[in-house]
T-cell receptor
Framework: NAGVTQTPKFRVLKTGQSMTLLCAQD?????MYWYRQDPGMGLRLIHY???????AKGEVPDGYNVSRLKKQNFLLGLESAAPSQTSVYFC??????????????FGAGSRLTVL | GQNIDQPTEMTATEGAIVQINCTYQ??????LFWYQQHAGEAPTFLSY??LDGLEEKGRFSSFLSRSKGYSYLLLKELQMKDSASYLC??????????WGAGTKLIIKP
């Protein structure tokens, strides 16, 4: 049972390049999230999905797009990377995001550097 | 605005007890979570409090006072493997998680 798998784990981009981060979960979770984690700051929600075919904006959505074509996959895209997007990105999932008792299962993280 | 405050860094000795505090101001409250995050790894769930009081789980306990907007995580019999960052997060009235910046705990022999 793999849980939540993120690819790639590391990536270096030049300003203006595009890329896609892939998140895959095998727990049949409905809710999936993309966070970014920066030094000295709490996790910040970029986008999330409450089910296959749905997406919604989080706290810091600008410069990112997402898609959830299949229930198990949640893709995060950067159309034109900027140095401000240098960060560690975490994908997470849960069975019910509107239940306070449900906990998040996180992927191992993707470290992105934009030069 | 919504805010979660926790100390940036704490140091403790192996075998001792440490208390990590978290204060919050959020729009509504649907529970408070503690996660552990080792350096370079993913956060993992430790505890959840929605009612006032103490929840004990082995060497770890978590306390909540909703009236004071306050929680703490208590770690007993500290081990070197407890060196990690501890993240406090509150679920607000819209069921969105608000995260603190985390407390880096350093354990010394």
């Amino acid at each position: 049972n793999a849980g939540v798998t993120q690819t790639p784990k590391f990536r270096v981009l030049k300003t203006g390049q595009s890329m896609t981060l892939l998140c895959a979960q095998d727990m049949n979770h409905e809710y999936m999230y993309w966070y970014r984690q920066d030094p000295g700051m709490g996790l910040r929600l970029i986008h999330y999905s409450v089910g296959e075919g749905t997406t919604a904006k989080g706290e810091v959505p600008d410069g990112y797009n997402v898609s959830r074509l299949k229930k198990q996959n949640f893709l995060l895209g950067l159309e034109s990377a900027a140095p401000s997007q240098t960060s560690v990105y975490f994908c997470a999932s849960t069975t019910d995001g509107y239940s306070g008792a449900n906990v998040l299962t996180f992927g191992a993280g993707s470290r992105l550097t934009v030069l | 605005g919504q805010n979660i405050d926790q100390p940036t860094e704490m140091t403790a000795t192996e075998g001792a007890i440490v208390q990590i505090n978290c204060t919050y101001q959020t729009s509504g409250f649907n529970g408070l979570f503690w996660y552990q995050q080792h350096a370079g790894e993913a956060p993992t769930f430790l505890s959840y409090n929605v009612l006032d009081g103490l929840e004990e789980k082995g060497r770890f306990s978590s306390f909540l006072s909703r009236s004071k907007g306050y929680s703490y995580l208590l770690l007993k019999e500290l081990q070197m493997k407890d060196s990690a960052s501890y993240l406090c997060a509150v679920m607000d009235s819209n069921y969105q998680l608000i995260w603190g910046a985390g407390t880096k705990l350093i354990i010394k022999p």
